[in-house]
């Protein structure tokens, strides 16, 4: 079971970009699932979770900016990143609390990182 972040790129301030997380491989459920982002120099950080009822959560530097959203069928989270400003430039990982079978117990599981990098 992986993780698979992509969308990163390139962009102007101002700027947006989509991210997407998806769930490869065999899984019962996906519960939270979440965003972190790393600046270099700097922790991670979190950015945005959603349960899998639907219910989210935004740091506050990117609240009114950002969207998560999440597709359960498709064990697919996306992160719709608006008005990008150049402080936003930072690897994101993806995140997700994984159980693989019915008996198992939820594990967290992280995706490779893709690359955000928002030019003033």
Not at 21 to 31: K, L, R
Not at 109 to 114: F, P, R, S
Request: aromatic fraction near 8%; proline fraction near 2%; glycine fraction near 10%.
């Amino acid at each position: 079971v992986q993780l698979q972040a992509s969308g990163g790129g390139l962009v102007q301030a101002g700027g947006s970009l989509r991210l997407s997380c998806q769930v490869s491989g065999s899984i019962f459920t996906a519960n939270a699932m979440a965003w972190y982002r790393q600046a270099p120099g700097n922790q991670r950080e979190l950015v945005a979770t959603i349960t899998r009822g639907g219910s989210t959560n935004y740091a506050g530097s990117v609240k009114g900016r950002f969207t998560i959203s999440r597709d359960n069928a498709k064990n697919t989270a996306h992160l719709q990143m608006n008005s990008l400003k150049p402080e936003d430039t930072a690897v994101y990982y993806c995140y997700a609390d994984l159980k693989r079978s019915m008996i198992s117990r939820t594990n967290p599981y992280w995706g490779q990182g893709t690359l955000v990098t928002v030019s003033s």
